[in-house]
């Protein structure tokens, strides 16, 4: 399994994601969404380009993007499943590392959203 970062940008991302999930449907939900997201990171982690997995390079050089939707059956949790995941995990491998520059809603212009100097840090 490779080696992955989270960038501030993606740590900020996460950190909103699971406090609306909170907000808006509970602590189960926003513990079950939490455990997805653990589950997306593993499989990029484990297979960066793993079917599935679409290269953006519209978002920059080697950039892919993973939806959590991918990683439900990795998921294991007592609490369920998330049905409707409506996040991306963008990414890219720099040097032996796989840097998580976003996750983002599926509704947002990704490139918008991913600044090609700030992103990856």
Same mark, same amino acid.
């Given at each position: 399994m490779a080696r992955y970062r $989270?960038? +501030?940008? +993606?740590q900020s991302d996460i950190l909103d994601i699971l406090?609306?999930?909170?907000?808006? @449907?509970?602590? !189960?939900? &926003?513990r079950r969404y939490e455990a997805l997201i653990v589950a997306a990171l593993r499989d990029i +982690?484990?297979?960066?380009?793993r079917p599935g997995s679409l290269e953006r390079p519209e978002l920059g050089t080697a950039v892919r993007s993973w939806h959590l939707r991918l990683s439900r059956e990795h998921a294991s949790t007592e609490l369920g499943i998330v049905?409707?995941? &409506?996040? @991306? %995990? #963008?990414? &890219? $491998?720099?040097?032996? !590392? #796989? !840097?998580?520059g976003r996750v983002l809603h599926?509704?947002?212009? $990704? +490139?918008?959203? %991913?600044?090609?100097q700030t992103s990856w840090e």
């Open positions: $989270l960038s +501030a940008a +993606a406090a609306w999930s909170q907000a808006q @449907f509970g602590e !189960v939900a &926003r +982690a484990t297979q960066p380009d049905r409707h995941p &409506r996040h @991306f %995990l #963008i990414y &890219r $491998l720099q040097s032996d !590392v #796989i !840097v998580i599926e509704a947002m212009e $990704l +490139a918008s959203h %991913l600044d090609p």
